[in-house]
């Protein structure tokens, strides 16, 4: 999802001028698809906490008007019942009835699993505020006395044991009021919201407590099934865009339409529904690799908004080009690129990615909320982290592909500009990987800003990477840990769970080099390296200082009168010649990762003016 602390477009577009494009949008795709006139509320930009200026994550807000989650479903991905490790979840098929009226859901999810271990129990997570009304097993009813949910958490006694290797099928009937999400998408769950001319415009974002606040499911990173049918019924006249392929709409006796679509291996916190008196644009993206990407976008219509709906379709095609360029071929061409406008700012649906930026303008000419969200197709859905620990590979991969697209457009000056806007964010007071399975509540609710700074420090730590070991090393890491491979190409990859050991790995791989120490002091440690500096006559003397003394060989470029040269740090320190009296400017182009005053006195001062408006 979107960082809680991305500054918005206006406050820098009155500091850097607007910017030319220079990219040919129109060389690689056509675009065709109507639009209709309707006005929508231009709604309030979320509300960004005042401390999200300084990268703390959004805290946890609770509504009194609802039932509480319980602490199994408000969290995700935390520690698996042991009756769930013997399963492996295959498919499912999921039908939704919507009701905006009475802001209720209707539910009938048939879960496939196979054991791989004999099951007599089957547990599976769904909020205990959907109550279940049925539940068959390989189509046979269960008494109603065979499953119970105390905690969110359901437990279905099966009346047999699956042997190992044998498949089990349940089928669950649910439904009631789902958690609605007093801010989404820092907190999860249904957004019921309406256009300006009152029909419904309603939405699900469920990245922090997880698939279980809407549909039966394992709230667990690595329990994606290998397909997930979705069957999405809405009142008469809204459409529900969702993930993967439109296998049709069907419209039923009393007007209502139920919309049909598949997916392959979706990432659970994907599953999105979407539902709204959308208007469509399409067309098709002839990639690099040869394949055609049918791309969509779903916009709500409304006097102007045509125009501006197109005007972000038309960055589609160019966005493409620099991920499949820089990064490998986009992972699900072979279903679709879609994007469908929603109530909440942002999130990384699968196909079917969230946008609520309001056509926001940046300095840097392109929507960089779209492009984040985006990139998590790559970042997030392609590569999905093995557990919530090492968020910081969706999320700050995610973060860092804004400056790599702002340098694929217009160069370094862009690039570097764009990364100092981030720097500020960096808390920098927890280690951004502890080592420990964590739940994505744990990473988010750190009050030391963990949360933010799995965007804004797992940025730097890429842009310092990139610059230590150069783009070659760097890129084909990235392909390692997102493809499994160096030479992607559309069907010969699948989508991977990762570790950050593993990425640690694919660096080692691709430099020849044991780079284990530079990972240890910037993600294990909280606090950031130290450059320091003493200067005695013509004798420049420059030391590492990191948490615990770690080791820390990390080169540095240093400009004496203007001339830049870069000097090794072998054992973390360098003494250098340098005529007294010459200017020095240590990493003059900021390359590295490092403890700054200036950034510790900026976030004194931001701190302190928030204590004073409180
Ligand atoms: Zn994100």
Redesign the pocket.
Known sequence: ???PDRPSGALHSTIYGPNARRINRDARFDRSGPAGSRRWPVRAALMLAAGAALGLAAPAMADPGQPPLTAQTSSSGGPLHPEQEKLRFDSADLAFEIFPEREAIAGKATLRFTAKAPVSTLVVDLDRNLPVSAIAIDGKPLPRDAWSNPEGRMTIRLGKTVAQGRRVTATITYGGTPHVAVRAPWDGGFVWSRTADGKPFVATAVQMEGCDLFWPCIDYPTYEPATIDLHITVPAGLKAPSNGVLQGVETLADGRTTWNWRVANPTLYGIALNIGPYEELSGTYRSRFGNAIPMFYWYLPGPGMEAKARALFAEFAPTLDFFESVIGPYPFGDQKLGVVETPHKGM?HQTINAYGNHYAKTPWGFDDLFQ??FA?EWFANQLTASNWDDFWL??GT??YMQPLYGRWREGEGVYTAMMLQSRAGIRARSPIVTGRPQSAEDVYEDENGRGGDI?SKGSWVLHTLRNLIGDKAFFDAIRLAVYGRTDPRPGNFKPLYRTTPEFIGFVKQTTGTDYQWFFDVYLYEAALPKLVQERDGDRLSLSWKTPGDKPFPMPVEVSVDGVVTRVAMPGGRATLTVPEGAHVVLDPWSRILKQSDNIDALQAYRAEQMRRAQ
Do not use: L, P
């Open positions: 999802m979107d960082t990384e984040h969200e998590h969706h999320e995610g973060s965007y």
